[in-house]
């Protein structure tokens, strides 16, 4: 057996450290590529969302390189997210290339599949083992969250344009030659200690845009064209709500702990949305309403072309715009956004932000 | 005077309508349906609505539109779940929040929430919690209950009895136990082609919508089987087939109610229509598509509907497919 599990992000440094620990063997597709969507595209339900069409690329890219297992997370609704599995696992099957499934949810049969599921994955380990190796994995989504964030403060007041990026992204490609949980803290570490001593310029006060929308298209920067980056070094720091540490701390761990969770951004969205609708509808439109409350410039959704519940948030950010007098962008992603036509609407929108910010003088993309 | 109560002809208005038209007139109030879909409303809806929201939804804002000088209430309820364990499409939890949001002027919305998913009881809840509005006592919201249950319950049986929902004349005043209908429309006569028609009650019936698709295919002499006129519980029997139960209740039940006409063998071939950008339909096609595939490869095709369609695509498609459909079956 042979694992692989699909891109989000920088998910893969987590389930890597989880693999390595546990001795399972696997493969790391490629990073989200042209290539992975165009055979997604080929093989996936044309109306299906991005996520799902990178999927299978990402499936189709690991086969080549002698993978036969996916790994997968699960889900009951009313999400797509959660029938991705099943959808998949027919379409590889259609496509002559059936790949076996693991889903990690817990299943209709009950916990005790789930157990049975997990043992089928790691075949041969202890409990004690499974467990800390889980926990070292989590505490990796938090690191690297972290470190992301970090880079996020540093990227638009660096002094050395570019100087985040580089070190960033050396990271990124480092940390698959590194293996065990141990190690790959280690490089986090080190990298962390790079980006905090990067020279920044302390007086610089740059323009703050909070992201928010759809969890995969806003955490991977392959499906929103590297927006961190690209707005970080045109001088605006960013922040998201949204994380994977977020998602595992909100929905898997504090479910299992007694430990309250945190719903402030569910209260902001209450004169807006009224119930949870599924998918991150309530997470965009609350912290849309938080970041207005807070000293932030704009907000910026992101999300995949028909995404049910990010289309009940986008009818609804107008009136939070107007509430809050923040304005607000959706940028709405597939496989016919051109890279050109976004970069446009982005500019754009931090042109008027800045503007917005009137005569008060600020440093970078002022021509004087 | 008797308050007026308006239901935008749109959405769950296709599979509904009887049960809350019963349920309102019998607690004193008066019932107000938008016109049926006309230019006029689809262009309202369009330009009220958020761009990428789905084609029936973008009618609904436009039946909203038109209702809403008309009424002293908009019944638009928050549908989460109609069915246990199962959900609907998420923009129906936020239709309220939508509409309110993006149609200005408008009257009371009574936006009451169903969710079965939290409990068998909900559906009970929501209708006392909108018939309070009405009138004072508990009793006789329970006893309105009851009778728009019995009024949707016959309202089933002449859908199941294979009458299109669309032939009944559900809008005659008071509710009524004998829903008038055209025996012509039945399903499976001897002669002609079975052909199954698989989509969203919102999209097969308004004929506006899906430019008079079922009109067409009767007029071509066609049999029309919809997963309508099939019993839930044969369906959700069925669907337990699928290797990972269905979460949505249009799911399970396009996928249940396919595999179901699929193994009786009477149908020569299957339509699938489909609102662009629908998420559910995405999904629900391929699996459907699959089934298909699996059970003798009978002609299957997609018609995508949305504000753009041509009229004249969409017949040019659809004579094809009766072309194809005829020939098979003269093969055999």
């Given at each position: 057996m042979k694992v692989t599990f699909p891109h989000m992000g920088n998910l893969y440094i987590s389930v890597k450290a989880l693999l390595d620990d546990l001795g399972i063997d696997y493969v790391i597709p490629p990073f989200n590529n042209k290539r992975a969507l165009e055979l997604g595209n080929r093989h996936a339900p044309e109306m299906a969302c991005l996520p799902l069409k990178i999927n299978i690329g990402n499936y189709l890219q690991a086969l080549e390189s002698g993978a036969d297992t996916v790994l997968m997370a699960g889900g009951h609704g009313p999400c797509r997210f959660g029938y991705y599995c099943e959808i998949e696992r027919g379409i590889l099957e259609d496509a002559g290339r059936a790949m076996d499934f693991i889903t990690l949810e817990v299943p209709d049969e009950g916990i005790g599949e789930l157990i049975r599921r997990v043992r089928k994955l790691t075949t041969g380990a202890n409990l004690f083992k499974i467990v800390r190796a889980a926990a070292a994995a989590a505490k990796i989504v938090f690191m690297v969250d972290e470190l992301e964030k970090l880079s996020f403060h540093t990227r638009p007041r660096?002094?050395?344009?570019g100087c985040t990026d580089r070190i960033y992204r050396r990271f990124l490609s480092k940390v698959l030659s590194v293996k065990g949980s141990r190690d790959i803290k280690k490089l986090i570490e080190k990298t962390r200690g790079e980006l905090v001593n990067i020279k920044i310029d302390k007086n610089f006060m740059p323009l703050k845009v909070g992201i928010v929308g759809e969890i995969y298209t806003t955490i991977d920067q392959y499906a929103s064209f590297e927006i961190q980056s690209k707005l970080g070094n045109m001088g605006v720091e960013i922040d998201r709500k949204v994380t994977i540490g977020q998602w595992l701390m909100e929905h898997i761990l504090k479910n299992l702990l007694p430990i309250p969770k945190d719903l402030r951004y569910a209260e902001a969205a209450k004169p807006y949305l009224k119930t949870m609708i599924g998918g991150h509808a309530m997470e965009t439109v609350g912290n849309a309403v938080l970041y207005g409350r807070r000293d932030y410039d704009g907000v910026i959704q992101i999300y995949p072309l028909s995404c049910m519940p990010e289309i009940v948030a986008q009818s609804l950010l107008p009136s939070v715009e107007r509430d809050c007098g923040i304005p607000v962008l959706t940028l709405i992603v597939d496989e016919m956004t051109g890279e050109a036509g976004y970069m446009t609407r982005l500019e754009a929108f931090v042109d008027l932000l800045l503007r917005r910010r009137g005569k008060r003088a600020i440093g970078a993309l002022s021509w004087d | 005077m008797a308050k007026k109560v308006g239901i935008p002809r749109g959405l769950f208005f296709y599979r509904f309508f009887p049960l809350w038209k019963a349920f309102f007139e019998e607690l004193g109030a008066e019932i107000a349906v938008s016109d049926r879909t006309t230019k006029k409303i689809l262009d309202d809806g369009v330009r009220s609505c958020v761009n990428e929201a789905c084609l029936p939804v973008k009618l609904y804002h436009g039946h909203v539109i038109n209702l809403k000088d008309k009424a002293d209430f908009l019944f638009i309820p928050r549908f989460m779940s109609i069915s246990a364990g199962e959900y609907i499409c998420p923009k129906f939890g936020g239709l309220p929040d939508m509409v309110r949001n993006t149609v200005k002027g408008l009257p009371e919305i009574i936006d009451v929430e169903i969710n079965l998913v939290k409990s068998r009881r909900n559906a009970y809840k929501a209708a006392m919690e909108a018939g309070m509005r009405f009138c004072g006592s508990r009793k006789a919201v329970e006893k309105a209950f009851g009778l728009a249950l019995e009024s949707y319950r016959h309202y089933r049986n002449a859908v199941k009895k294979g009458v299109l929902p669309c032939d009944i004349r559900i809008e005659r005043r008071g509710y009524c136990n004998d829903y008038t209908y055209d025996t012509s429309s039945c399903i499976f006569r001897s002669s002609g082609l079975n052909i199954a028609v698989i989509g969203h009650a919102y999209n097969l019936y308004d004929s506006y919508a899906n430019m008079n698709l079922l009109g067409k295919l009767k007029k071509a002499g066609a049999n029309i089987a919809t997963i309508d006129a099939i019993d839930g519980r044969i369906m959700a029997e069925k669907a337990c087939a699928l290797p990972k139960r269905m979460f949505w209740d249009f799911g399970s039940r396009a996928a249940g109610g396919a595999l179901h006409m699929l193994e009786e063998k009477q149908i020569d071939g299957v339509i699938y229509v489909m609102s662009f950008g629908c998420g559910v339909d995405s999904f629900v096609c391929d699996i459907v598509k699959r089934l298909v595939k699996r059970h003798g490869d009978i002609p299957f095709i997609v018609l995508t509907i949305d504000e753009h369609s041509g009229e004249a695509g969409i017949d040019t498609r659809l004579e094809a497919f009766i072309d194809i459909i005829g020939r098979a079956r003269k093969a055999d």
């Open positions: 660096e002094v050395d344009r | -």
